[in-house]
């Protein structure tokens, strides 16, 4: 990536500016088509009845198409109503992975993950789904995305699914001037980001690490770390230790000080040095804050199992076994009920959150369960399903009172992320 210039804030935290490439006029992106699809939408099963009621709208995004999709549910059958062709180079796949919807409903936050040269941020107006501005440079693979509850700053982990195996960030952008104010060093592999709703913190995980990672966004610090290996679960120093400090210290030193994420820089800046990792057991891949924001549940896909954490004491509070691979997870806003993709077993599991018991495994309507995206009235759940090679993706519809799919709709290739917009009448 190209870097411009570079400063400290009061806070300590490293801010980049980025001198962007010559983008294509935005008037020459591709116009948003609706489509009319009356053979890609599936009726709810006969069992149980859903009562015609108010409508849902949510939009998800298909790596493999370049394309997100605007899809709406009225209770009984799921349809995409548009298509929102993405990215700027034809010949190249650019893979739109997370998106977040702003508390207000105006904006669709959303990352590429591929690109021009490592995927960017992109800013879409709802309703119209047209571009607000140009796409803005992150780190390696920006890939999971949120917004905080006041609109003003979003939160991406730089995942680098390509790169060497090195400590990565998280990038903030302030949504108004679209400009990535602070890129915060965490961890190897970070994914899973998520604000919690009182909007005091950032929490990512960290799959090659077995971390949790939580940022101050009032300092735009890292806080906290928490160890989810089995047997040596616990808090950690914030600083990461003196091994995470090398690596930094390491890419400062090659880029003359302009940038401390060794992602960007690469291997040669830690020449001598090995980062020294042990074979994670929980390989965390979503860090989920409950409803309250007093907890933060933790998606181990290795382990088979998710973590609550409690958010004042700091330490595990309940263990709850999972099906094969939990990928990423959803809380109600009631704050009830807990979902989780399971990835490598193709399912979607619900736990009640009061007894932390598994009430339902829901079979996924293809391979490789993926995102989850939860209505603001806690009725429904919507899950991304990839799929494999060509294969459409697939978002289901699980209802959450009767504990079983009530509809699926095709969607482009590797679908993953998915955000709820509205309900309407």
Known sequence: M??????????????????????????????????AR????????????TPAGPTYHVYAGAESADKIYRIRFD???????????????????????GLAISADGRFLHMTTGHGFPDGKYWQFVLGPDTLAGPGLLLGTFPASIDATPDGRYTYSVNFNLHGDMVPSSVS???????????????????????VSPDGRFHYSACMMDDELVEIDTRTQQVSRRFHLARG??????????????MWIDGARRVSGGRTGDPAEVGYPAMAGHQHAMTPATCSPTWAQPSADSRRIYIACNKGDEILEIDRDTWTITRRFATGRGPYNLGVTPDGTMLVASLKQGSQIELFDLASGRSVARVPSSTTLAHGVAMSTDSRYAFVT???????????????LRARVKVGTVDIGPQASGIAFWKVTP
């Open 38 to 49: 009356p053979g890609n939408a599936s009726a709810a099963p006969a069992t149980p009845s």
């Open 75 to 97: 209770g009984r059958t799921a349809t995409v109503e548009r298509e929102i062709p993405i990215g700027e180079l034809p010949a190249e796949m650019e893979g739109p992975h």
């Open 172 to 194: 903030v952008v302030h949504v108004a001037n679209l400009a990535e104010v602070a890129r915060i060093v965490t961890c190897t592999m970070p994914h899973g980001s998520r």
């Open 385 to 399: 399903s990839e799929g494999v090679g060509a294969a459409p993706g697939k978002v289901d519809v699980i209802d």
């Open 232 to 245: 040596s679960e616990g808090a950690r120093p914030a600083d990461g230790g003196a091994m995470l400090q």
């Open 2 to 35: 190209q870097v411009g210039r570079s400063a400290r804030n009061a806070t300590g935290t490293f801010v980049v500016a980025l001198a962007l490439p010559t983008l294509l006029p935005l008037g020459a992106q591709p116009r948003p088509v609706t489509v």
